[in-house]
Structures are given as C-alpha cells and as structure tokens.
C-alpha cells in the first residue's frame, strides 16, 4: 500500500471528476491535500469531507492566480511534493468552424494550465529532492478524434512537455508523467453527451454509445480508476517510471 503520510499535494480542478477521486485517494493514502479550481463552492464540499483536505481557488489559466494559490498552499502545509496537473475542459467543432477563440480557449486550460501547475510546483520539489508531476492528460493526447482538433493538439502538446520535463528532472528524485484516460464517466462526460444530443438529435442511449464505441471493453472509464493510478505513480514502486504517457482505455491505444 502507498503511504504519503507527510507528504503535501496539489490537485488543480479537485473539486470534481476525477480530481476529486484523486484528491480523496491521496488524503486516504495520509497525504495533506490541497485542492485548487475556480468555483469555491465545489472544493469547500470536498474539504469538509475529509480532514486532510484543503482548498484554494485559482485559475490554471492565470499564472498569478496558481502561483498565490501554491504560495498559500505551501504556507499552509510545506511544500508541494505530489503535484497532479488536471484540471482541464474540453470544447468541440468541426475544424472549419473552430475559431482562434475557441483554439486559446482549449490550448489555455489544457496545456498552459499544466506548464503553469508543474512550474509552481517544479522549484519547490528540487527543494525537496523527491517529487511526483502527474498530468492528467487523455487518449486525446495520444490518437486524434474527430471535432476536437484544439483539444487533441493540447493533449498532444501536454504528453510532449511531460517526456521533455521527465529528462531534465531525471537526476533530482522527481517523475513526471502523463495519465492517459478514455472517455470517462464525470462530469465533463455528461457535457459531451448532452451536446452529441443537442447537436445531431440523437436520445442520450445513442450519444453514449457513439462515445463507448471506441472502448474495447465497451465501458466508460472510471474515475478510481484514474486516482488508482495515480496513486500508485506516487509511491516507490514507481520512482523509475517518468516520461511516460500511462494509456487508461480499455486496449483503445
Ligand atoms: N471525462 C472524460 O471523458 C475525460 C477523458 C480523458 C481525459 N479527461 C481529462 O481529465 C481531466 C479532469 O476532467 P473531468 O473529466 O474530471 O472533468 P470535470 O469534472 O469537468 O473537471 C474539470 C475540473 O477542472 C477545473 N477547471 C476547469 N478550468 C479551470 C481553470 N481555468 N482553472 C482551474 N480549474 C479549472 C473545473 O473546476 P472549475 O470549473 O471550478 O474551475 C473542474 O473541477 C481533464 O484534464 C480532462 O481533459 C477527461
């Protein structure tokens, strides 16, 4: 069993999803956890149900809101040594239609936000001499998809910061890594079927199954599935393992 008795870690957009899973399997596991995101009333809900949580809003997207986020954090708590960069949305159009706004809108959150969440992170795990980076990325980030071009290319870009930061951390006792889910049952989910629905008229059986499709296993992924993960690249077990994009899809890539 992983023990992070001692150890402090961030989760960005732990207030639902799977960072909430996360967050909640690493205050389980005896870490102190502080989860970040816009909306307080979320990460507030998540705090009061388990004493090692704790919370601070900040947006990934705005470097001096995370980095006074971490900031107060680390006064709180020490040092962030698990830093889980997930926080994320995901926006679709078919590429004619994609405009500038909605290509910064995906490129901001899903890839910016992690260089900012690891940078805030980065200097303090030296400190330490151990740390873990974990980016929850996507299958996105691996395949393309159609419809979500903008997105796809984050996550792309997201796996490649990860293999380029695992090399130049590789002698300082951090890992750094990418989680790769499929299509996963959370909220943002819920979002992606309701606009299939919107968008093509399909009931929500035929939404859900145009997305379960890609899935060998023919399932959505689950969010403990996702924190298990996680988890698990945290503890010692896994202190060879950086740079690596960790493919959660049921054999889908
Ligand atoms: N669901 C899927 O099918 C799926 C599949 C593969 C990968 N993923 C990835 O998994 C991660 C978690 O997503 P999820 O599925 O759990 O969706 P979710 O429930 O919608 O969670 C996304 C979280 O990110 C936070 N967030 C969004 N924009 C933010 C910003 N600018 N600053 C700070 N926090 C922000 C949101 O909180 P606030 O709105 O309060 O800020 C929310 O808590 C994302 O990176 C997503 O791309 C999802």
Redesign the pocket.
Known sequence: MVDLTGKHAVV??G?????AAIAVALADAGAVVTV????ME?LMALADQHANIHCQA????DMDSLFAAFDAASADHGPAGIVIA?????ESAPFHRMDMELWNRMLS??LT?TYLTAQAGYEDMKGLGWGRIIA?A??AGLRGYPYVSGYSAAKHGVVGLVKSLALEAAKTGITVNAVC????E????DESIRNIMEKTGRSEEEARKSLVKDNPQGRFIQVQEVADMVLWLCGEGAASVTGQALSLSGGEI
């Open positions: 960005t957009g207030g639902s999803g799977a960072g970040m995101g816009r909306r979320p900040a947006d990934v997207t997930n926080a994320g949305a995901a959150v899903n936000g929850i996507s299958t889910p499929g299509f996963m959370t909220p943002m989910l």
